[in-house]
C-alpha cells in the first residue's frame, strides 16, 4: 500500500483547496471521495487512507477531500482531560492541502453529531446530504451513538447505498502500528525525528510572533516569541528548526520551555532565526522540529546562558546542514 505522496518543498502546483463547515458543501467539492477520520497527525497510516482515496478518486474522476471533526471527539466528551494536539485545525488543513486534497469537510463535533445512530451518519450525512461517491477509512474507525458503527458496518451500508467503500489496513512500522499516541509520545520525549518517521514529514507548529520582555535582543539573539497551546507537551528543551517567513524558508533555533534561569513562566517556544534581520512582530509562522539538540537547564549567570546559546547555534547548524539525513521530508513552505 502506498502513501500519500509529498511534493518536493514548495513545488506543489495548487489547484485550489475548498474547505466546507457543514453539510452544505460547495460545487467544486460535490459528488467527492472522503479519507474519512480524525487524523490528528495526519501520519502515515492516515496518509495511507488519503492515497486509497485518491486512487479512488482517479478512477471515479472525483474530488478528493478530507472528511474531519472539530473539536476532536476525545475533546467533546471529556473536556477536563487536556489533549496534546499534533495538528490543530489550521495545520491539519493545511496538510491536507499540501498533500495534493481538493478539499476539506469540517463536521462541528456537538451533541447533535455524537447521538447520531450509525446508520443515519452513513446514510443521512455521508450519502445524503454530502453525496459522497466513496470513502476510505482506516481499520479502527468507529463513529456513531456510542461508537456502534464500524469499518464493518459502513462497508455493508455501502454496498446497499452505492457508495464505494475501502477499509485500509494498520500501517507497521519497526513492528508496532504508526498511530497519534506514538508521536505524542516521542514528541513528549523530545525524539523529534521518530515523530518525523512516524509522521511522513517533519512535526511542526504554527503561531503567531508575540512581544515579549525583549531579553533574547539585550543576549544578542533576538527570538520570535510564540505561544503554543497549553495542551502541548513536546519535551522542554532546545531545537534545530526551520521556519518558514513570507514563504521564504530559513534555519534557526528554537527553545520550548519555562526559561528557568528568568522567571519560570508559562511554556513559550522562542526562535532565533539564523542571518535574519527584520521584525517578525503579529507574523504567522510555521516552525518545523528537525533535530534535539539538549534538555532545558537553569543557568547561574547570564554569561554561562550566552556562552551555551552560543554552543546551541553551532550545534543546530550542524543537524540542519545533514538535512539529507533528517529522517523525513518538509512541508515548508506550508500554504493555507
Not at 18 to 39: E, H, K, M, Q, Y
Not at 124 to 131: E, P, Q, S, T, V
Not at 174 to 183: E, K, L, N, T, Y
Not at 203 to 228: C, E, M, S, Y
Request: proline letters at 6%; a neutral charge.
Amino acid at each position: 500500500m502506498s502513501e500519500a505522496s509529498l511534493p518536493p518543498s514548495g513545488a506543489r502546483q495548487d489547484r485550489g483547496f475548498t474547505v466546507a463547515r457543514s453539510l452544505d458543501v460547495p460545487a467544486a467539492i460535490s459528488g467527492a471521495i472522503a479519507a474519512i477520520g480524525n487524523f490528528d497527525g495526519l501520519h502515515r497510516g492516515h496518509r495511507a487512507v488519503i492515497a486509497r482515496a485518491e486512487a479512488m478518486g482517479r478512477a471515479l474522476s472525483a474530488p478528493v477531500v478530507l472528511l474531519t471533526f472539530e473539536p476532536h471527539p476525545r475533546s467533546f466528551f471529556r473536556p477536563d482531560t487536556p489533549l496534546f494536539r499534533l495538528t490543530p485545525e489550521p495545520v491539519k488543513l493545511a496538510v491536507a492541502r499540501a498533500l495534493g486534497l481538493d478539499g476539506a469537510v469540517v463536521l462541528p463535533f456537538d451533541a447533535t453529531l455524537a447521538a447520531t445512530s450509525a446508520s443515519q451518519f452513513v446514510r443521512d450525512i455521508l450519502a445524503g446530504r454530502l453525496g459522497l461517491r466513496g470513502v476510505a477509512v482506516g481499520h479502527d474507525f468507529h463513529f456513531g451513538r456510542g461508537r456502534e458503527g464500524s469499518p464493518a458496518f459502513i462497508a455493508r451500508e455501502g454496498e446497499q447505498l452505492g457508495l464505494a467503500v475501502d477499509v485500509i489496513a494498520p500501517l507497521v512500522q519497526d513492528g508496532a502500528p504508526v498511530s497519534s499516541s506514538a508521536i505524542r509520545t516521542a514528541l513528549s520525549d523530545g525524539d523529534v525525528e521518530t515523530a518525523a518517521r512516524l509522521i511522513g514529514s517533519r512535526w511542526l507548529v504554527r503561531g503567531t510572533v508575540q512581544h515579549g520582555d525583549k531579553r533574547g535582543r539585550t543576549l544578542g539573539f533576538p527570538t520570535a516569541n510564540i505561544r503554543l497551546s497549553p495542551d502541548c507537551a513536546l519535551r522542554h528543551g532546545i531545537y534545530a528548526v526551520r521556519l518558514a517567513i513570507d514563504g521564504v524558508v530559513h534555519d534557526g533555533v528554537a527553545s520550548f520551555g519555562r526559561r528557568p534561569t528568568f522567571d519560570d513562566g508559562a511554556p513559550l517556544l522562542e526562535v532565533f532565526v539564523f542571518d535574519f534581520a527584520g521584525s517578525l512582530y503579529d507574523k504567522t509562522l510555521d516552525v518545523e522540529f528537525c533535530a534535539w539538540i539538549r534538555g532545558e537547564e537553569k543557568f547561574d549567570g547570564i554569561e554561562t546562558l550566552i556562552a551555551r546559546m552560543t554552543i546551541d547555534c553551532e550545534q543546530a547548524r550542524t543537524a540542519l546542514a545533514r538535512g539529507a539525513e533528517i529522517p523525513a521530508p518538509s512541508l515548508l513552505p506550508l500554504a493555507g
